[in-house]
């Protein structure tokens, strides 16, 4: 079982920056493959960012790309989505997800495990 707690949403303008983290519970923290979800207002959710359980490896969505940045400290059993740029079609509630088998993943049906999400609000 893991408990994932995300932070660091708010309100910001276009062209800022604002980093979330998401705490993990839990002692197999780093074999866990960690990904970044959103879901804007009337939207279906979304892949943001995934990351493997080693850090090696990073994945991330067109619209993101270039701008986003998912990193992960297993001693701190936390991962980070870096944003950059923001816009305000970036707008949304931002969720951190884990599952615990294979490869990382762009479809949200492999997570097992979700936080509540944060919020974040980029306007122009």
């Known amino acids: 079982q893991v408990q994932l707690v995300e932070s660091g949403g708010g309100l910001v303008q276009a062209g800022d920056s604002l980093r979330l983290s998401c705490a993990a519970s839990g002692r197999t923290f780093s074999t866990y493959v960690m990904g970044w979800f959103r879901q804007a207002p009337g939207k279906e959710r979304e892949f943001v960012a995934a990351i493997s359980w080693t850090g090696s490896s990073t994945y991330y969505a067109d619209s993101v790309k270039g701008r986003f940045t998912i990193s992960r400290d297993n001693a701190e059993n936390t991962v980070y989505l870096q944003m950059n740029s923001l816009q305000p079609e970036d707008t949304a509630v931002y969720y951190c997800?884990?599952?615990?088998?294979?490869?990382?993943?762009?479809?949200?049906?492999?997570?097992?495990?979700w936080g509540q999400g944060t919020q974040v609000t980029v306007s122009s």
């Open positions: 997800a884990a599952h615990g088998g294979g490869a990382p993943s762009y479809s949200d049906s492999a997570y097992d495990y």
